[in-house]
């Protein structure tokens, strides 16, 4: 018996750190970077043995520490599918780089789930899902928002808005006219946790300027949403920007984010912003494709350690 399980990583276009403090952000799935498990069952009295050859990690289940995210996803999903651990060999890869704000933690949680429910010849439904992704999302990032497994495991472009005592709000969001979209790795990877703590610092030491600071970006998510449903790709980059700039105020932008996005602008993209934690990680640029190539060459020369485009289509 063998069984597979994928799912794609995520970039947020709008609102990130804002929407752990309840505003709305925007997120999209990104289908060419993928997460994959695939386990096969083993000799009797094996137990589960998880391997991540990306990680260099080889080790049992049963020897796993409490902490660590691939044997915390494996033990929730076995609770989840009440069943008990098989003699399996997990196998999981993933071309997400990690620590860099594409998702690669929830890709590879929602993966590995969905490849064990598969063995046992079972599906997770899709908010069951996002809970067990989530409640390891949170040893990656301490106090996530949730916006990226809601993302990862839907596979669909997503606004989502943390509420206090209820569920999240989520919708599906749909692109009225093509989006262009360069992301550009500052190759300094950058854990989210630490930049996400840094924030909730400065919040508790000044609510009242950072609250200020969070709602201006939920009104940018706001309008960032129309513009992209209206079709009207031209307001969208100056709000990316104005974005930037208040998470320049939070404190998560660097120098390496800096000169990509100097460099973007002032090659021709209309926009562009760190996505994500921030202090290392990706920018998201948007561009006109008759611009794509000078913006490409430009972030190249500027230090970016790798491009990718991708083009959010009319639905
Ligand atoms: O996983 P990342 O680096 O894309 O960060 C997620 C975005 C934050 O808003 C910074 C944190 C969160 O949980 O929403």
């Known amino acids: 018996m063998a069984a597979q399980g994928h799912a794609p990583g995520k970039i947020i276009l709008l609102g990130e750190h804002a929407v752990v403090y309840g505003r709305p952000a925007l997120a999209i799935p990104l289908h060419d970077l993928q997460a994959t498990a695939r386990i096969e069952e083993a000799k009797p009295g094996q137990g589960l043995v998880i391997e991540a050859q990306d990680l260099k990690q ?5 020897d796993s520490s409490s902490d660590e995210p691939l044997a915390v996803a494996a033990r929730l999903t076995l609770n989840h599918l009440k069943v008990d651990e098989p003699d399996a060999t997990l196998l999981v890869t993933s ?18 789930a969905r490849a064990l429910a598969a063995f046992f010849e079972q599906a997770i439904p899709q908010d069951e899902l996002s809970v067990l992704v989530y409640e390891v999302e949170k040893i990656h990032h301490g106090t996530p928002s949730g916006i990226d497994n809601t993302v990862v495991v839907s596979g669909q472009p997503v606004y989502f808005k943390r509420r206090e005592s209820d569920l999240p709000l989520i919708e599906t969001f749909h692109a009225g006219a093509p989006l262009h979209l360069l992301i550009a790795d500052t190759g300094v990877a950058s854990p989210t946790k630490i930049a996400v703590g840094d924030v909730r610092r400065r919040w508790q030491a000044d609510p009242t300027t950072y609250n200020l600071v969070f709602d201006q970006i939920g009104r940018i998510v706001e309008r960032g949403r129309q513009a992209i449903e209206d079709g009207a790709v031209h307001p969208l980059g100056p709000l990316m920007n104005q974005n930037q700039e208040l998470l320049r105020k939070l404190g998560v932008s660097s120098t390496e984010i800096d000169s990509l996005v100097e460099a973007a602008l002032s090659s021709g993209a209309s926009g ?36 990718l485009e991708v083009t959010l289509h009319p639905t």
């Open 95 to 112: 071309n997400i780089p990690v620590a860099s704000g594409l998702g690669s933690g929830a890709a590879v949680t929602t993966a590995l």
């Open 58 to 62: 080889r080790f049992t289940l049963q």
């Open 272 to 307: 562009a912003k760190l996505s994500g934690g921030g202090r290392g990680g990706n920018v998201v640029v948007l561009i006109d494709p008759k611009t794509r190539q000078q913006v490409m060459t430009a972030l190249d020369a500027a230090g970016a350690t790798r491009l």
